[in-house]
C-alpha cells in the first residue's frame, strides 16, 4: 500500500486544476492522498458542487474511500481501490451550471485506463458554455485531436446543451481504453490551414449576436495575419440559432479552431453579451487562436496545462513548443501537481530555449512520461 501523499490545495493557482489532476493520478496508480487548502485562491474556497461531483465520480470509478467529501469542504482525504473493471458506465450530474469539461478533465484519463476492451461511457450534466471553463466545443474539436496525437480517443454526443446560471446540459462520452499512451512531438508550427467556427444564440437572444460574433471574429483574424505577412486561410464561422430542443436557457457565444499545415490545433472561445468593460466575444476569441500563435506556441494556453497529465502518462518523451510566452500558472501548477505525485518514478518536467520567435527566445517543454501500462488490458 502506498503511502499517502499530502498535497496544499493552495499549490500556484490554488484552484481546482490541483484537485483533478491529484484525483486523477491517485486512481491510476493507486495512490492516497490528502489535499488541504482546497481551492484556497478562489473568492469562495472549498469544493463547489462541480468540484464534489468530480471527487464522486472518480470514486466511482476506482471504489475509493472519501472523506471530506462535501460542498465547501477544504480537506480531503481520498484513498483509491482498483480501477473498476465491471462497470461500462459513469454518470456525474452537477445540478447546476458547473462545468461539464471540467468533470471530464478528471474522469477522461482514468476512463482509458480502465482495464477493458469495451469502451466506457461517462455521462455529464451540467453546463457546456460556461463561464470559467473549456466549452464543449474545445473539448470535442481542440483536446480531442490533441489526444489523438497520444494514440487515445473518445466518441460523444451533445444531446443538451446547457448555459449559465441554469446549466441542464447533457454529454455523453464514450471512451476507448487503451494500453498505453505515446509520447508526442508538437514542435513544428507550420502555417494556417483553415479556420472554422460557430457563433451561436440560444433562447430569447436575438440572431443578430451570432453574426456580430462572427463577424468580429473574422475581421479580427484577418488584419492580424495580414499584418504580420501569414497568408490568411479561408475562414468558415457559421452563424445559427440552437434549436430549443436542444438547448436549455438563454445564451450566445463563439467557438473557433485553427489547424496548420503540420497538425497543431488552437481554439477559441467568447460568451456573450459581453459587459462593457470587455471586447466583444468575437474578439476574444480570436485574440485566443492569434496570441499563441503569433508567439510561436505549438499549442493554445488552455491546452497547454491540460496536456501535461497525458505528457505524464505518455511512453517516452514528449515534447511541446510553447513559443516565446513561456508557461502559464495554470501549467506550472499542473507540473508542480503531477512531479509531487509521481516524483518517485522520476518524473520531471524540462523547459528548454530553442529557436528564437523575433527578437524573444522560443521555449520547449519536455518530459519523459512515466509510461503507465494498462496491465490487465484486453487485447
Given at each position: ?69 462535501y460542498v465547501g469542504s477544504t480537506h480531503l482525504e481520498f484513498h483509491p481501490g482498483p480501477l473498476n473493471r465491471p462497470k461500462h458506465e459513469f ?117 443578430n449576436e451570432a453574426y456580430k460574433m462572427s463577424n468580429d471574429a473574422k475581421a479580427l483574424l484577418t488584419d492580424e495575419l495580414t499584418r504580420n ?151
Open positions: 500500500m502506498s503511502s499517502v501523499v499530502k498535497i496544499d490545495g493552495s499549490l500556484g493557482e490554488g484552484g481546482g486544476q490541483v484537485l483533478r489532476i491529484a484525483l486523477s493520478l491517485s486512481a491510476l496508480y493507486g495512490i492516497p492522498i490528502e489535499i488541504n487548502n482546497i481551492r484556497a485562491g478562489r473568492p469562495k474556497p472549498g469544493l463547489a458542487a462541480q468540484h464534489l461531483k468530480g471527487v464522486e465520480l472518480v470514486r466511482d470509478m476506482c471504489n475509493a474511500k472519501v472523506s471530506g467529501g454518470q456525474a450530474d452537477t445540478q447546476t451550471a458547473g462545468c461539464i469539461c471540467l468533470l471530464a478533465q478528471v474522469a477522461l484519463p482514468c476512463a482509458l485506463f480502465i482495464p477493458q476492451k469495451e469502451p466506457v461511457t461517462l455521462i455529464l450534466k451540467g453546463g457546456t458554455n460556461v463561464p470559467m471553463g473549456p466549452h464543449i466545443e474545445y473539448l470535442t474539436e481542440v483536446m480531442r485531436p490533441i489526444l489523438n496525437k497520444f494514440g487515445a480517443d473518445f466518441d460523444f454526443v451533445v444531446l443538451k446543451r446547457g448555459y449559465y446560471p441554469k446549466g441542464g446540459g447533457e454529454v455523453h462520452l464514450r471512451v476507448t481504453p487503451v494500453k498505453n499512451l505515446n509520447a508526442v512531438d508538437i514542435t513544428d508550427l507550420g502555417i494556417p490551414h483553415g479556420i472554422s467556427g460557430w457563433a451561436y444564440v440560444a433562447g430569447c437572444v436575438h440572431t505577412n501569414i497568408r490568411v486561410p479561408p475562414i468558415n464561422i457559421e452563424s445559427y440559432r440552437e434549436d430549443r430542443g436542444i438547448a436549455v436557457g438563454n445564451g450566445s457565444g463563439i467557438n473557433i479552431v485553427c489547424t496548420t499545415t503540420t497538425g497543431c490545433v488552437f481554439g477559441g472561445s467568447g460568451l456573450g453579451p459581453a459587459r462593457q468593460d470587455e471586447p466583444p466575444p468575437g474578439v476574444i476569441a480570436a485574440n485566443q487562436i492569434l496570441e499563441p500563435f503569433l508567439a510561436g506556441s505549438c499549442i493554445d494556453e488552455h491546452t497547454q496545462d491540460q496536456i501535461i497529465i497525458f505528457m505524464a502518462l505518455a511512453k517516452g518523451v514528449s515534447r511541446v513548443r510553447v513559443g516565446s510566452k513561456k508557461l502559464t500558472c495554470h501549467t506550472e501548477t499542473a507540473i508542480q501537481v503531477a512531479e509531487i505525485m509521481l516524483g518517485n518514478r522520476g518524473l520531471h518536467f524540462n523547459l528548454l530555449e530553442s529557436g528564437s520567435v523575433g527578437d524573444s527566445p522560443s521555449y520547449i517543454l519536455e518530459c519523459e512520461g512515466c509510461g503507465l501500462i494498462n496491465s490487465n488490458f484486453v487485447e
